[in-house]
């Protein structure tokens, strides 16, 4: 349900923030899109680029948001759980302790999702690709 209920909420974020540049900022179409998608800032100007989107504004719309985001989730999440959260620690894994299974799973899901990426022609083809392929292999 926690997937479901973020889908929804990416769909209504994309779609307000869209609206929102269109009409109270001006962007052109390509532009207003990009920049209103969540996702890493150098696969938005990319694409947005590519589209015919002026890649300066989406550039700084989406380096915004990773700050603006940065700058309050140390406060908004004591908030929302009721406190600090615990075991703040973060578990430090050893290069070492990786097996050899780990090494091929892991080329496996990136050569496979390359050449799967390519095919699909998808976009971003290098990073959803292995992704994709990744995700397929860990589905439970």
Do not use: N
Not at 128 to 133: C, N, T
């Amino acid at each position: 349900m926690p997937v479901g209920g973020l889908a929804v909420f990416i769909v209504a974020a994309s779609a307000l923030g869209y609206i929102y540049f269109r009409r109270v900022a001006g962007f052109d179409h390509p532009t207003a899109f990009f920049s209103a998608m969540p996702g890493g800032v150098v696969d938005m100007v990319t694409l947005g680029l590519e589209r015919g989107g002026d890649e300066k504004k989406i550039a700084l719309v989406q380096t915004t948001r990773i700050i603006l985001v940065a700058l309050s989730l140390p406060f908004l999440i004591p908030s929302v759980a009721g406190g600090a959260p615990h075991g703040t620690r973060v578990a430090f894994v050893p290069l070492a302790s990786f097996c050899v299974k780990d090494v091929v799973w892991f080329s496996a899901a990136v050569l496979l999702g390359v050449v799967a990426g390519r095919l699909l022609r998808l976009p971003a083809r290098y990073l959803l690709g292995p992704m994709s392929a990744s995700a397929i292999m860990h589905w439970d």
